[in-house]
């Protein structure tokens, strides 16, 4: 039998690494709060996707696991935009051929990798088993049974924190943290958010274009949809919490359905439930989660959101996270399975990468709020698609962080931010692609090289 390794949280970073280190030959045994989703999937209710790119696509595939997760997806090739008053227009993420980013069902790719971790035989999944106590000295977790109340303990050479944005293993470090020297914030952004829905067209089919990720970009907020297999699309209204658009003044009926008259009136058409699915689904707030170290003892490791939780305006998360399950498993090998190796470099190596998606996530609210409207930024963004079908060897800053796993994110985020900053400077002294001079915006990108 393999060394005992525990996780606590068998969300969708939990699962890949108890998948992963399954393969490695441990035993993993997995500790997941909420009841098994597989069970549970009709009282689920809403569907819920993601964004899944290549960064977390190369995760799945270390595990064996992207063959299964690729028929639940749904190619979204660029993003659908909507302006209030006139057209709609695709703008592609990618100038290149094969560069495009997958819905997927959170629910749908966290049961794939459930099955594929229990089909191990090395991985023991107990549901309803929420962890409240660690001992950060010995490597034991305390377990509360959901049902019953009763508390067990259970201990292990290391314990994976995986248990999403609230952790209780971050808490437990925040409870010692200047015996650990932990550092931890959590900076909320003003902006909330509602999911809401896009049911499928009468008699089937989408009642939107199907391979796009639509944005309703309104200066100050927004709202975005992803298909859905069913045919139906997974609406995000993005909105400040407070303030005079806001979902503050969003207090009855009839306020809320002239909000999405006045604002979204080519989506308000598609959606029979607006009011019931705005009154029963949660307004949540987004905040962006750093910490460190990630690592206690040797003993413990943050991963996923509960190290790094991040705003969703990149769709990078999950990808991020995947990634971690990718990071971690190349240094087990260096360190010959020894823990305290592993998940010293680990942290040290990975830090950057989480902070730099972090700031960038951020900031592409931005991005995706306002200057999608803004006609510059949609200039600087048809010379980039230009640029990245003429030359194999450039990548606008969406694309090194969507489609480049094999660049950190850190390098992702410097290089791009100076590629836009020329850009933008370029973009806002022309006035069209007419006069659009590929030679000239070669020779500038180049300055960064030197
Ligand atoms: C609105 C929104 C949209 C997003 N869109 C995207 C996107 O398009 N692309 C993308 O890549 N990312 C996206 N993300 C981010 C993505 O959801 C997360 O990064 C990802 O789920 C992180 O996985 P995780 O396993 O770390 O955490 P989670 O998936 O949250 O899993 C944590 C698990 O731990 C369990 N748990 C919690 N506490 C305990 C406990 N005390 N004991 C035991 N178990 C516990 C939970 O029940 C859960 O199952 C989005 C996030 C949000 C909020």
């Given amino acids: 039998m393999g060394e005992k ?19 490695r030959g441990y035993t993993v045994t997995v500790y997941e709060k909420r009841p098994d989703m597989r069970k549970n999937t009709i009282s689920a209710g809403r569907s819920i996707n993601l964004a899944l790119s290549d960064r977390g696509l190369r995760g799945l595939a270390l595990a064996g696991a992207e063959e299964d997760v690729l028929p639940l997806t749904i ?50 999944l107990h549901f309803g088993k929420g962890c409240d106590e660690v001992d950060l000295e ?19 050479e290391v314990v994976f924190g995986t248990d999403g944005a609230n952790s209780a293993i971050r808490n437990a470090m925040l409870r010692e943290s200047a015996r650990y020297r932990f550092d931890f914030s959590i900076k909320y952004l003003p902006t909330a958010y509602k999911e809401l829905e896009i049911p499928p067209a009468e008699g089937g089919g989408f009642r939107l274009e199907k391979n796009a990720l639509h944005i309703w970009p309104r200066d100050g907020f927004m709202m975005i949809a992803l298909p859905n297999l069913d045919g139906s699309f997974t ?23 002239s909000f999405f008259e006045q604002y979204f009136p080519s989506a308000c058409a598609h959606m029979p439930d607006l009011i019931s699915d705005f009154h029963s689904n949660p307004t949540s ?22 190290a790094h939780a991040v705003v969703p305006f990149y769709g990078q998360g999950m990808n991020a996270s995947f990634e971690d399950v990718l990071v971690l498993d190349g240094l087990i090998d260096k360190y010959a399975g020894d823990w305290s190796g592993i998940l010293e470099e680990y942290q040290q190596i990975r830090k950057q990468d989480a902070d730099a998606i ?44 969507t489609f480049r796993e094999d660049l950190p994110y850190s390098y ?27 030679q000239e915006v070669l020779r500038l990108i180049h300055t960064l090289d030197g």
């Fill in 5 to 23: 390794v525990i996780i606590i949280g068998a969300g969708l970073c939990g699962t890949l690494l108890a998948l992963r280190l399954a393969q």
């Fill in 138 to 156: 010995t490597g034991s977790v305390t377990l509360r049974d959901e049902a019953t109340g009763s508390t067990f303990t259970d201990r292990a």
């Fill in 358 to 401: 972090a700031d960038l996530a951020v900031e592409n609210e931005l991005e995706m709020r306002s200057a999608t409207a803004d006609p510059v930024f949609l200039l600087k963004r048809r010379i980039e698609l230009k640029m990245e079908q003429t030359y194999r060897d450039y990548f606008s800053k969406y694309s090194m962080v």
């Fill in 75 to 124: 190619p979204m090739y660029g993003r659908m935009l909507h302006p209030q008053v006139g057209e709609e227009t695709m703008v592609k993420y990618s100038g290149r051929d094969g560069e495009w980013i997958n819905s997927v069902s959170r629910g749908g790719l966290n049961m794939v990798l459930l099955d594929k971790a229990e089909a191990t035989g090395k991985v023991h």
């Fill in 412 to 438: 992702a985020m410097k290089r791009g931010r100076a590629q836009d900053e020329i850009l933008m400077k370029y973009a806002a002294g022309i006035n069209s692609m007419a006069e659009f001079d590929e």
């Fill in 285 to 306: 707030s987004l905040g962006t989660v750093k910490c460190y170290p990630w690592q206690v003892n040797g003993k413990f490791l943050l991963m996923g959101d509960a």
């Fill in 235 to 257: 609406v995000t209204l993005f909105l400040p919490h407070t303030g005079e658009v806001s979902f503050a003044q969003l207090t009855d009926d009839i306020l809320i359905r």
